[in-house]
């Protein structure tokens, strides 16, 4: 069974410009999220989606950051402008239960 | 407002021995537990997890043990093996599927 994959594995941009990290959950798993792990600390829930549907967005920075799921599998997580303080890994993960499965992340550095 | 602790950022062990990591929460609605291994450049995988109505799940070399009283969960492995060595993130959920994930504990195991 593939694994969550996730692209690119590394960005390196400049703050205030825009970014876009793209994920593939696991095949028929119909919840997928997106976390923001900071050097040193546990991944964060940025946002939760059931098939094509926003669950949980409350920790998701709206001013900067959207992220759309549009056929109800591959998903794009976007931060436009990026700031210093985005620097992080981003990752993805899917559940069909409650086990949730990660892909590897993409590290974010802004400079 | 960390939800999820572990206090302990590093643990060193000999192989062979037993390797202890601990985990605190502070939400009462929290009714199921995960440890998760994150190896470098990869995303964490699931490793074991605990429903609230249980104090122990054993999985081979695993055991996760839950004082609800205490608010206390821990994760033993015996014997410790050099493979064991990497980050260990706690994470506890309240029904729903969001995580919350502590800062995790990097365990060494000693050849």
């Known amino acids: 069974e593939a694994g969550v994959a996730q692209s690119p594995r590394y960005k390196i941009i400049e703050k205030r410009q825009s970014v876009a990290f793209w994920c593939n959950p696991i095949s028929g798993h119909a919840t997928l999220y997106w976390y923001q792990q900071i050097l040193g600390q546990g991944p964060k829930l940025l946002i939760q989606f059931q098939n094509n549907g926003v669950v949980d967005d409350s920790q998701l920075p709206k001013d900067r950051f959207s992220a759309e799921r549009l056929k109800g599998v591959d998903s794009t997580l976007k931060i436009q402008p990026a700031k210093l303080e985005d620097s992080a890994v981003y990752l993805c993960a899917s559940s069909l239960g409650d086990e949730q499965f990660f892909g590897p992340g993409t590290r974010l550095t802004v400079l | 407002d960390q939800q999820v602790k572990q206090n302990s950022p590093s643990l060193s062990v000999q192989e062979g021995r037993i390797s202890i990591l601990n985990c605190d929460y502070t939400n009462s609605m929290f009714d199921y537990f995960l440890w998760y291994k994150k190896y470098p450049a990869e995303g964490p995988t699931f490793l074991i997890s605990i429903s609230s109505i249980k104090d122990k799940n054993e999985d081979g070399r695993f055991t996760v043990f839950l004082n609800k009283s205490a608010k206390h969960l821990s994760l033993h492995i015996v014997p410790s093996q050099p493979g064991d060595s990497a980050v260990y993130f706690c994470?506890?959920?309240?029904?729903?599927?969001?995580?919350?994930f502590g800062t995790g504990t990097r365990l060494t195991v000693i050849p």
């Open positions: 994470a506890a959920s309240a029904g729903a599927n969001n995580l919350f």
